[in-house]
């Protein structure tokens, strides 16, 4: 009976139906309303505080030219950064932690924010180059390293675990490359370097807006289209080919996916730690359902993000604390305890 309450069998055009998971659904939309909630409330934090009922006229279009230039100038396109990086993190650490059938196949452990972080400390340290030179330099650095992790993890096909080595393997060597760099640089270029490794939000603007918008609208459509393969391969790949799944082909698509999604947040905030990680076991605790939970998976990272940005100013002042260290101290309690619980429960 606990099932028929769970989820529900709908009736679509053209003479199928789709299973429909209310709890998950139900998660979705309050993951979605507490995003809002939370940018909203984002907005009006800074030097000039503006009240949330200011926030939501000026964005109607009813609000003074101050409050105009405030909120859709200065703040709002902080918190769509915000929102669309948060998205981008938890759901390519979903695609991860489910094609790796891992917890622990996250873009930190893969190796994919080191290689991000590794291409931008080249376009600022040996070549010295402006904001978007280092943007697209990180995002090169992920897509070479997610290629490079591809191919190194190939034999017969990619399987979880050997996904899991080799990327935590590739993330030591280009850890180490990283720290050589820093040392290489001088004063100016290491403080510049050592901000944008902390992952920040500040100083974002609609340049950073548009490009996470179109990569966001042409991926995530892809990626749940392809979420029923995603599921059937979870229990194995004999399976789900038996059921029709091309299993090489679909992985391969998604991890494409994931690694765009990944490198293309981390060029746009910075390595935002722990976000990937822990925004799917959080959807998956929420919604108590097995299966890989992409949107609540999406809407759980833009929440974390977004609240962990307005935690930062409202504790420490506007801008005084980059939103990677608080999203790094809070997924980093969560790691331990979830270790905690986990071997308690005789797990691991």
């Known amino acids: ?3 028929l309450t769970r989820s529900r069998a709908v009736r679509a055009p053209g003479g199928f139906s789709v299973r429909l998971d209310v709890r998950a659904l139900a998660v979705v939309v309050l993951l979605l309303v507490a995003a809002l909630a939370a940018g909203i409330a984002l907005i009006g934090t800074g030097d000039a505080r503006i009240p949330a009922a200011d926030v939501l006229r000026t964005l109607a279009g009813d609000g003074t030219a101050y409050q105009d230039f405030i909120v859709n100038e200065l703040r709002l396109p902080r918190v769509l950064v915000g929102l669309l990086v948060g998205a ?22 893969l190796g994919l924010s080191q290689g991000s972080t590794a291409g931008a400390l080249i376009v600022i340290v040996l070549m010295g180059g402006s904001a978007g030179q ?23 096909g990619v399987h979880g675990y050997r996904l899991v080595l080799v990327g935590i393997g590739v993330a030591a060597v280009v850890t180490a490359v990283n720290g050589y760099l820093l040392t290489k640089a001088d004063l100016v270029d290491a403080a510049r370097a050592v901000v944008w490794m902390t992952g920040s939000l500040d100083g974002r603007d609609w ?6 918008l179109v990569l966001c609208a042409v991926l995530v459509p892809v990626v749940l289209v392809n979420a029923r393969g995603l599921r059937l391969m979870e229990m194995g790949d004999d399976i789900a080919g038996a059921l029709g799944v091309r299993v090489q082909r679909v992985r391969l698509l998604l991890m494409v996916c994931a690694v765009l999604l990944t490198a ?3 060029a746009a905030a910075g390595p935002v730690g722990f976000v990937a990680l822990t925004a799917p076991q959080l959807a998956r605790r929420l919604t108590r359902s097995p299966g890989p939970n992409l949107l609540p998976s999406l809407c759980m990272g833009a929440a974390l993000l977004v609240a962990a940005d307005w935690a930062s100013q409202r504790a420490f002042g506007a801008d005084q ?4 260290v608080v999203t790094g101290v809070l997924g980093g309690c969560y790691l331990l305890w979830l270790l905690v619980t986990e071997r308690k429960a005789g797990r691991i």
């Not at 280092?134 to 017969?156: E, F, S």
């Not at 340049?207 to 996470?212: E, F, G, I, K, S």
């Not at 604390?321 to 990677?324: R, S």
């Open 207 to 212: 340049d950073q807006v548009w490009p996470l």
């Open 264 to 266: 293309a947040a981390t």
């Open 134 to 156: 280092v943007t697209a330099g990180a995002l090169i650095g992920g897509l070479a390293t997610g290629v490079a992790i591809y191919l190194l993890a190939w034999k017969q």
């Open 1 to 3: 009976m606990k099932t």
């Open 321 to 324: 604390l980059p939103v990677g």
């Open 88 to 109: 981008s993190l938890g759901l390519g650490g979903a695609l991860f932690q489910t094609i790796s059938r891992n917890p622990l196949g996250s873009p930190d452990v």
